[in-house]
């Protein structure tokens, strides 16, 4: 699985939305289920993931789907284009 | 760095007691359906709580039980404390405090000196210092330190947090010992007061309507129930308090090695194992008591120390540092030496005291 189907997994399974939903929406405080207890499991389960601990500045700057991709990009994850 | 020394005094023993009513995702799923229960209970690591509000039980009576034990299985003669502290925000009544019903409960002598202290997370280490120092200014034989806190009552029904704040007493007996000697670092941070905070029902606001209004966080709460900032206390624990914790560390000239434990407040496991990565802790060192019992508040380090007793009975005694952090904000670091054969497990209770509560016609 490449690194930008397992990160939209995640997000899929931890938000518990449909997977046709289009991920560049997604925003933290707005979309379903990323509230404060959400952002907190989507960090685990992002952590977990990809094998990672965000510095407490990354997870709070996280709020959208791109923000994401480049924190972890930070972290050295690679992402195709 | 406030930094407070005290010596000659040494913890007795510990002993917590925690409500008989438990609830878990069976029970949680009642009230949240079931994928936000799993998203709590995954990253809290939190799969039950005690509550005493069922039983009509207090910190009181939490705090009652768990003292009453430990002062039977140690053989205490009660005439000989002469100081009784009592840490909790949830006081049985606005006046007086808790502490002159306890003494009444736990029949202490007009001797003791008696007085409530309010703090949460930081109360263990807040009130370890506070008998302490009291104890070094006086004759007293012993001096009982209470930290107890029934927190769920005070949380919205439609809040996530009510998944994850458990009920619990703690009884921490104090003695002499003249070759003890503790080193505390107590902080606090007042500017970030709203962070955790119940702002109606104080004098400032006494009697607020009970409207439920929805918040930031997109729940809906009274002016009477919990509101926190859950990203603000992740970035206060994981970064001030680790910072506390390596500088005393740095200022005791110890480091892992010196410590058989590390006893931490018991928030959630997200929050203990971000500080156990960044202090490079091993997981054997660092005893849980949230996955059975949740967040205990100012009671969760003793808890801590009592669930993972049975892993350090090998040792007649134990290292520990302990550090509390949470509403205020407030944090502190301690470090003491315990005897493990002192240290008992968590005990269930029904008990209540059903004639704390008062008619006032026959006043």
């Keep these: 699985m490449s690194n930008l189907a397992k990160y939209k997994k995640t997000l899929y399974d931890v938000l518990a939305i449909p997977e046709e939903t289009d991920c560049s929406s997604l925003e933290r405080g707005v979309s379903q289920n990323w509230d404060s207890v959400g952002h907190i499991a989507l960090i685990s389960a992002l952590e977990e993931a990809f094998d990672v601990m965000f510095e407490i500045e990354d997870l709070l700057s996280f709020k959208t789907f791109d923000q994401g991709i480049e924190i972890l990009k930070k972290y050295g994850i690679m992402f195709e284009d | ?234 970035s206060f624990s994981t970064n001030d308090v680790v910072d506390s914790i390596r500088a005393y560390m740095t200022h005791t000239h110890t480091d892992i090695e010196d410590y058989d434990v590390f ?3 018991q928030a959630n496991m997200f929050i203990i194992k971000r500080m156990m990565k960044k202090l490079k802790l091993p997981a054997e060192k660092v005893p849980i008591s949230l996955h059975e019992y949740g967040n205990t508040s100012c009671a969760s380090i003793p808890m801590a120390l009592c669930a993972g007793i049975d892993n350090y009975r090998n040792k007649s005694e134990i290292k520990v540092l302990a550090s509390g952090f949470g509403i205020g904000l ?30 006032l016609h026959e006043m």
């Design chain 2, 1 to 234: 760095m406030a930094l407070f020394r005290t010596s000659g005094v040494e913890i007795k023993g510990i002993l917590c007691a925690v409500p008989e009513h438990r609830e878990d995702r069976t029970d949680h799923e009642k009230r949240f359906d079931k994928e936000a229960v799993d998203r709590v209970l995954a990253s809290t690591e939190i799969n039950a709580i005690h509550l005493g509000q069922y039983a009509g039980q207090t910190a009181g009576d939490l705090g009652f039980t768990a003292a009453d034990t430990l002062l039977n299985k140690l053989d205490i003669d009660r005439s000989k404390i002469g100081i009784l502290v009592f840490v909790s925000y949830a006081t049985d009544y606005r006046k007086p405090g808790t502490s002159s019903v306890l003494q009444k409960r736990l029949g202490l002598s007009v001797d003791c000196m008696v007085t409530d202290v309010g703090q949460a997370c930081a109360g263990f280490v807040y009130g370890q210092q506070i008998v302490e120092s009291l104890m070094m200014t006086s004759d007293s034989k012993y001096g009982l330190l209470i930290v107890a806190d029934t927190g769920n009552r005070m949380v919205s029904r439609t809040d996530h947090t009510s998944l994850m704040l458990g009920d619990a007493g703690a009884a921490i007996l104090f003695g002499r010992n003249e070759m003890a000697e503790h080193e505390t670092v107590l902080q606090a941070d007042g500017f970030r007061f709203k962070t955790i905070i119940v702002p109606g029902g104080g004098f400032r606001d006494l009697l607020p309507d009970e409207e439920s209004v929805e918040c930031s966080d997109g729940v809906m709460r009274t002016k009477y129930e919990l509101f926190m900032d859950g990203l603000g206390v992740l």
């Design chain 2, 330 to 359: 407030a944090w502190g670091v301690t470090s003491f030496s315990l005897n493990t054969a002192n240290i008992y497990p968590i005990i269930e209770t029904g008990d209540c005291y059903p004639e704390g509560v008062l008619n």
């Design chain 2, 263 to 265: 006893a931490f407040h």
